[in-house]
């Protein structure tokens, strides 16, 4: 699906740079799979896979959504993933 993907466990995910523009192409109904993916971390403790960008490639994590909120979604333990760098949410 992706050309060098990297897996990384969600706690390396607070040590991936976010600090140049990006210009990855949002999906249009990104939003409503954030939210899709928030009601599943907190109703039923089910995981999702997150497909982002950082500033050195394309990450994938697969853990749980605890919020959506207007720039970011947060992870447990308060860990931050900004939604302009997120490139697919695979349920």
Not at 59 to 82: N, S
């Amino acid at each position: 699906m992706f050309l060098d993907l990297q897996t990384i466990p969600k706690e390396f995910v607070p040590f991936c740079g976010f600090k140049k523009k990006s210009f990855i192409p949002q999906d249009r109904d990104l939003r409503k799979k954030l939210d899709y993916a928030t009601s599943l971390g907190n109703n039923y403790r089910t995981k999702v896979q997150i497909v982002f960008c950082d500033d050195e490639g394309l990450k994938m994590v697969h853990t749980t959504v605890w919020a959506a909120l207007d720039f970011h979604i947060l992870l447990k333990g308060g860990i931050r993933i900004p939604i302009p760098r997120i490139v697919e949410i695979i349920f």
